[in-house]
């Protein structure tokens, strides 16, 4: 017996086969006894269902029964997502430059078709859009949303969606998360940036603009922001960069957890929620989402890789992230615009300001690995999504742009400052690992000079420095690894 399923408006639908000598039916779902007296070989399901807290899916199957409910035979079994079942809702708002509509569902999907009526007016493959003109109330009633996924270089019509829902209220009194969003020339991409905090499902939020005296009209887009939304605010300073924008701010916090955005970049709608609920529930400080890059091919690129289980949330320990941390799939956990840290850790770590050049680069990496050895357990959350966009990294509003025409000799000055940051400004707490990780990080690098050279020399100099002020060989993990012991004892002293 063949059991089969879809959702159409809302509604989930199971079918299967016919079962000529079946009395009845009865339908399973998370092995509870769901609908147990059922005639047809089709059910309509639009209430609540059964769920299992630890679970991202319900699991169905079809048992076929006599009239004196004996056993006769049951379906297979199908596994419904709980994301796909919950209703879709665009919100909408009057943004700096249009109407912004944004597409917040749990689960993310590849291309956005939206119509006025039967007119298709927009298409985006991103989770907000900013529509080109105002539309009235009216309009905004008669929006129907399309949601594709991709499959075979096809796309294939999941979901249809109509109606538009409020935005959640902002209260100062109910603020959990601060969010700061340092901002240099991004007055092209701001707005999406902002449009999406704004259409977060969690309502607890504030959101901190802090302008690093750009050149372009980025302030004035900050201004009309907090001139227009109460859960809004500005700094600004002169151009410093952006560590000393997000160390500014932090100082300023007061609210349980903390967050950064870069400012051409989006969260998903239900990234702040998840995080959230997931730091309270598992007892975390810091909540990590997925990392969903968009690249210049129009395709998407998934970070962060999950372990194969069916779960929402998978927690390591201290010792498994710095074992993966650097792992080419799990890059993005040393950024730190993909999380929420909680307020008090966070405080006891800065970014570094002090770089030997004028290249500033790693800054993420120098902070997560100091911060991450104040914490014992991290929370990884599957279905909480951080979208990187890498499509505009040649514009004006990019700090990478900068660095297109640096020499190499200074990027690589900027990665030896960035990791041997933390080992100078280490806890007692997991000193130790945090030492041996950072320094191991080094030395993978350190090994592709293998030729004399001004650089190499430089190399040299800087690990000698690190190792004996910080008495690395002291190290028990770092002297018990051959290839790290070697190193330390030929440049010691």
Known sequence: ????????????????????????YKIMAMSQTFVYYTIGSTLDLTYDLPKDKYSS????????????????????????????????QITALNGYRWTTLAFRSKWVYDLYKIY??????????????????????????????????KKDDRYILWWVSEGVAKLPERKKSDYKISIVIPVYNSEVFLPRTVDSVLNSSMSGIEIILVDDGSTDNSLKVCKWYEKNFPCISVIHQKNQWVAIARNNWTKLVNWEYLAFIDSDDIVHPYMY???????????????IATTIILNNVSEKELCLNMPNKKTDVVVYSYEEVMDNKHNKDNIYYVAVWNKIIKTEVAKKVEFPTEWPTKVVLYEDCAYTATLYSYIDKFA?????????????????????AMYKNESNDDIWKAFIY??????????????????????????????????????????????IELINKQKLYENNLIMRDEHLKCIVERLKF
Not at 67 to 87: A, K, T, Y
Request: proline share 1%.
């Open 116 to 149: 006025n009526k039967t007119w298709l007016i927009a298409e985006t493959e991103d989770s907000i859009i900013e529509l080109l003109h105002k539309i009235t109330k009216k309009e905004l009633n008669e929006i129907i949303v399309e949601w594709y996924i």
């Open 418 to 463: 960035a990791y041997s940051y933390p080992i100078y400004n280490r806890c007692h707490k997991n000193q130790e690992l945090s030492d041996y990780s950072n320094f191991k990080r080094l030395i993978e690098s350190y090994d592709k000079f293998k030729e004399p050279s001004s650089m190499k020399t430089y190399w040299d100099e800087k690990l």
């Open 380 to 400: 990884l959350c599957k279905n909480a999504y951080y979208i990187y966009d890498k499509r505009k990294q040649n514009t004006v509003g990019s700090y990478s």
């Open 57 to 88: 899916y319900i699991r169905f199957k079809i048992i076929a029964e006599s009239v004196n409910n004996d056993f006769l035979i049951e379906s297979n079994e199908i596994d419904v997502s709980l994301s796909d079942i919950e209703r879709f």
């Open 1 to 24: 017996m063949q059991l089969n399923y879809k959702i159409i408006n809302w509604t989930l639908s199971l079918s299967w086969d016919y079962v000529s000598n079946a009395h009845h």
């Open 273 to 287: 929620e998840i995080l959230f609920n997931t730091c309270k529930e598992e007892k975390t400080n810091i909540a």
